[in-house]
């Protein structure tokens, strides 16, 4: 099983200020056949299911606001929130799917400082 | 405006069963893959199982294995989860979701608890 292991655990970032989240999987979740990341990153406000956030490692998905990103490539990988939010205080998850069984990160808590 | 609606949830005693079912609508959805994602009270997110749209492929996460048996009815519109011989570990929220690889859209999920 390809593990995910995000960093840090929580963080908390001033209004307007940058956050970063990592991302690491245990094995390559890059495919040599369409040069494609097979990864996502999911927001999660309390008691409300996930939303998509990025798939294919760094495409936003459509509606999503352009101050979320991703990048990186292979085993390592990067969610930035460019600009914080009050509305963006979330859990956030990498979610790989190269392989089955399909995997999550422990998810990443993302507060006001 | 796509949709997923869980059911089924509820209270059982280790060793019970209950069968899970996932109404999809503003969508087409026999042409979709779906999957089940859990999430046990307080904690992260995790994969339990998908199946292909013609139903012919199936995969599970290995502690459900023997145990779950994810199914769908296109005519329907609906998934289901039937889930055998339960554990305490299995309490959690189950939500459905679209698709093979990302998962665009998710239900609000339903909440199974195990427990005497």
């Known amino acids: 099983d390809i593990v995910m292991t995000q960093s840090p655990d929580s963080l908390a970032v001033s209004l307007g200020e940058r956050a970063t989240i990592n991302c690491k999987s245990s094995q390559s979740v890059l495919s040599n056949s369409n040069n494609k990341n097979y990864l996502a990153w999911y927001q999660q406000k309390p008691r409300q299911p996930p939303k998509l956030l990025i798939y294919w490692a760094s495409t936003r998905e459509s509606g999503v606001p352009d101050r979320f990103s991703g990048s990186g490539s292979g085993t390592d990988f990067t969610l930035t929130i460019s600009g914080l939010q009050a509305e963006d205080v979330a859990v956030y998850y990498c979610h790989q799917y190269y392989s089955t069984p399909r995997t999550f990160g422990q998810g990443t808590k993302v507060e006001i400082k | ?116």
């Not at chain 2, 209270?11 to 087409?28: A, I, Y």
């Not at chain 2, 199946?51 to 296109?74: A, C, H, Q």
């Open chain 2, 1 to 116: 405006e796509v949709q997923l609606v869980e059911s089924g949830g509820g209270l059982v005693q280790p060793g019970g069963s209950l069968r899970l079912s996932c109404v999809g609508s503003g969508f087409t959805f026999s042409s979709y893959w779906m999957t089940w994602v859990r999430q046990a009270p307080g904690k992260g997110l995790e994969w339990v199982a998908n199946m292909d749209e013609g139903r012919s492929e199936k995969y599970y996460l290995d502690s459900v294995k023997g145990r779950f048996t994810i199914s769908r009815d296109n005519a329907k519109n609906t998934l289901y989860l039937q889930m055998n011989s339960l554990r305490a570990e299995d309490t959690a929220v189950y939500h459905c979701a679209r698709g093979w690889s990302h998962h665009d859209y998710w239900g609000q999920g339903t909440l199974v608890t195990v427990s005497s």
